[in-house]
């Protein structure tokens, strides 16, 4: 190995992987040509896994986890089990950002049971912060603490000096804040947010910073304190195009923008949001075109420049038709990783056995009580061989909440899951007991059967859509009515060799693109693939 080359190297990537994403995704372009050409593969696993770490940051999963998986590759080959650690940990960050809580804490199980063998304190200390935020992602604060305090613990009794790799009370004050927020009790997330950023005075990351500066600005602008809400956002104005380019940092960017232009301060937003665009165009990334799009339409609504607004609206579905294809990509990806972790599944038992059977065991979604996505590709299994043998259909059916996150931006969030729970209610009632239905993801529902007649399905999804809007849950907001509606795409064929569940998903979704360009609350079914 050329140790100075590497030592060199590996500095200079640490310095910039979060910071300077691009620039350090370079270094590691350097790093795997040099151990290429040398046959050094602990350079060329390095650098697979950086680029992913790297690529993560600058907001492009599907890239980053492709290149982490041939990382692991290496890992495993030669023994890397430091490298492997590591490895699984950030996999599992990409897919807890994908909203795979099954891969994320597989991930971080793996990673765990080698940090264990290595005792590596440090790393595990990370790791139980990393499942605490799963699990107060998905609303449960009790267990979130559990494993937050679990994470301080180990950095205490190992007497762990690194302060970038110890958790600490002041990062768990911060997590709990976000989760007062998701709430909306703000006087309580400004009690938590005092205190953390008390406790790390002096020891703030860039990211750091603007996050407690956007979370200082909701809490403000709630309480109804317009100038203290601009104080705080008056962190991020003026500042050099790099301050914005990392994913997290422009998602926080993203949060003050919306304060600004609910404050009226439109001048701020736009030159903020021209930065976003600029970095954008620079690594095109069509989540976050979506989201610079919804601003710029926030913004011109209010300031009622009506060419404006119907340019963003433009881009605005030009960039959801790309997601929906970046999403379609992500889902068989996940769904194939799933089956290869599961063959090589470590079980942990100092995590606590009843929350891991929380997430990896249940099959059913806590919001709104349908099956969840992870049964379905098990769920096709056993149903498509004895349907290919009679000679019967399949129907799969993709169901979307038109315009949800619109929705959720108008009521906040907490509206948004009653009305999820809503929808979901009249799904579940609307498709009889030999219909499996789950929550896809989101505010997307997934339905499959077996020897279902066209006519059938006609009718239940006619009776769908007029359902929902006969519900009457009110959104004044929607940009084609005043109550939620839905949009349903199906696929109805008969079952041939060589048919998998990505065949159908892909063609289901194709019909829901379909509807969505004719204007939604509607529905449109496929008859072949």
Not at 5 to 20: A, S, T
Request: glycine fraction near 6%.
């Amino acid at each position: 190995m050329d140790n100075n080359f590497f030592k060199e190297k590996d500095k200079e990537v640490m310095k910039y992987r979060f910071e300077q994403p691009k620039k350090a995704y370079d270094i590691c372009m350097e790093i795997l040509r040099h151990g290429e050409s040398t046959l050094n593969w602990y350079e060329v696993a390095y650098a697979y896994m950086y680029m992913g770490d790297t690529l993560l940051t600058m907001g492009k999963a599907n890239e980053a986890i492709d290149s982490m998986l041939k990382a692991e590759a290496y890992e495993k080959q030669y023994g890397y089990d430091e490298l492997l650690m590591k490895n699984y940990n950030i996999l599992g960050v990409a897919y807890m950002i994908q909203c795979d809580d099954l891969l994320a804490l597989d991930n971080w199980l793996l990673s765990l049971a080698i940090g264990q063998k290595l005792n590596d304190y440090a790393y595990i200390g990370a790791l139980y912060n990393n499942i605490g935020a799963l699990f107060h992602n998905r609303g449960d604060i009790e267990s979130a603490v559990s494993f937050f305090q679990k994470g301080i613990e180990i950095g205490k009794k190992n007497n762990i000096k690194d302060e970038n790799l110890i958790y600490n009370e002041g990062k768990m004050e911060i997590n709990i804040t976000a989760g007062y927020l998701k709430n909306e009790e703000y006087i309580k997330a400004k009690e938590h947010l005092d205190k953390g950023v008390e406790l790390l005075i002096g020891k703030m990351t860039r990211m750091l910073k603007v996050s407690i500066n956007s979370m200082y600005a909701h809490i403000y602008y709630n309480l109804g304190d317009d100038n203290a809400a601009y104080e705080t956002c008056k962190y991020i104005i003026g500042r050099d195009i790099s301050y914005y380019e990392d994913i997290e940092t422009f998602d926080y960017c993203i949060e003050i923008i919306q304060i600004l232009i609910k404050i009226k301060r439109y001048k701020e937003a736009k030159d903020i949001l021209d930065i976003l665009v600029a970095i954008n165009n620079k690594e095109y990334n069509a989540s976050r075109k979506i989201d610079i799009c919804q601003q710029y339409i926030e913004l011109f609504k209010a300031t009622e420049d009506k060419n404006k607004l119907n340019y963003w609206y433009r881009e605005y579905y030009k960039s959801r038709q790309d997601v929906r294809k970046e999403d379609y990509v992500r889902v068989i990806t996940a769904l194939d990783n799933r089956k290869k972790l599961e063959t090589e599944k470590i079980i942990n038992n100092r995590l606590q056995k009843d929350n891991i059977e929380l997430i990896k065991e249940s099959e059913y979604d806590e919001l709104t009580e349908l099956r969840n996505r992870y049964g379905i590709k098990k769920y096709f299994a056993s149903i498509y061989g004895a349907a290919k043998e009679k000679n019967e259909n399949i129907c799969v059916v993709m169901i979307d909440v038109d315009y949800f996150k619109l929705y959720n931006d108008t009521y906040g969030h907490l509206a948004g899951d009653e009305c999820l729970r809503r929808v979901a209610d009249i799904i579940k009632k609307s498709f009889e007991d030999d219909y499996y239905v789950a929550r896809y993801g989101g505010d997307e529902f997934f339905v499959i059967a077996k020897n279902k007649a066209y006519e059938e399905i006609d009718i239940v999804l006619m009776h769908l859509v007029n359902d929902v809007m006969q519900a009457k849950i009110k959104f004044e907001s929607h940009p084609g009515s005043d109550v939620v509606t839905v949009s349903a795409g199906a696929v109805n064929v008969v079952a041939h060799e060589g048919y998998e569940i990505s065949d159908f998903i892909h063609e289901a979704d194709n019909m829901l693109y379909k509807v969505k360009e004719n204007g939604r609350k509607g529905y449109c079914i496929a008859d072949n693939i």
